[in-house]
DNA sequence: GTATAATATAGACAAGTGCGAATATACTCA
DNA sequence: TGAGTATATTCGCACTTGTCTATATTATAC
């Protein structure tokens, strides 16, 4: 896979403000989903909305327990969407091929 | 501000594929606009509205050279990132209250 | 089994997003 | 000034997203 769709499902499950409340919350350990509705003056089926969109991305593990859904965070995940962050921002290990210059960068050597 | 919305610019900016290989791009260097639609098969407006968005969040900085548009990555933002990412991802420093257990942790408890 | 509790799914709706065509703006150069 | 070039904005469209209400599913307890 070339097109990053994976990494932009990371990106698209914490590009909600509820979402990232969620993963905050869940990072001092795992929490069971009425324990988390009650932090946020959402809706039970909105919330349950939320947490399957984390757990499709990766970032959060559900675990069922009898009548109880369990969240936690798939730390791995994390420190996968740091990396990639890294690969992404730097140039570091990039081959950096000189993309073409004609249209403009060309034209802004040739004014000097 | 402490419900995160400035942060989920960032993710939002991220979500979209075409953005994230524009910021891989960029990871090599200041760019000009045409050059970035070089190696995209999108519009020229569709691919200035996606440059909007990534200068909307920070993550990327415009500059204007007479009718040229180069953009930069803005590494600070990006450092931001991964620090935000890491802290609501890890309990470091963090208070990690108790959240009331009274629903099901506290029934998990006493069937043991 | 039946009632209750925790969670998930379905459906509807407003708002947001990605896209291109058409147009506008801003700059350069003759 | 006027033509040409680079980029931005506007607008319309299909699709997605966040939210709710209503309902279904699954597990527990009597």
């Known amino acids: 896979m070339n097109d990053h769709a994976e990494q932009s499902l990371f990106f698209k499950a914490l590009s909600d ?5 969620i993963v905050d919350m869940l990072s001092c350990g795992e929490l069971c989903a009425c324990t988390i509705l009650e932090a946020f ?3 039970q089926p909105t919330l349950s909305h939320h947490m399957k969109i984390l757990c ?5 593990i559900p675990r069922r327990d009898g009548k109880w859904t369990h ?5 791995e995940k994390f420190s996968e969407l740091i990396s990639f962050i ?14 073409d210059t004609k249209c403009c960068d060309a034209n802004v050597l040739s004014q000097k």
């Open 17 to 21: 403000p509820n979402r990232i409340m």
């Open 86 to 99: 890294n690969y992404i921002s730097t140039g570091a290990g990039k081959e950096c091929i000189h993309f």
């Open 71 to 75: 969240y936690s965070l798939n730390r």
């Open 41 to 43: 003056s959402l809706s």
């Open 56 to 60: 499709r991305s990766g970032l959060v």
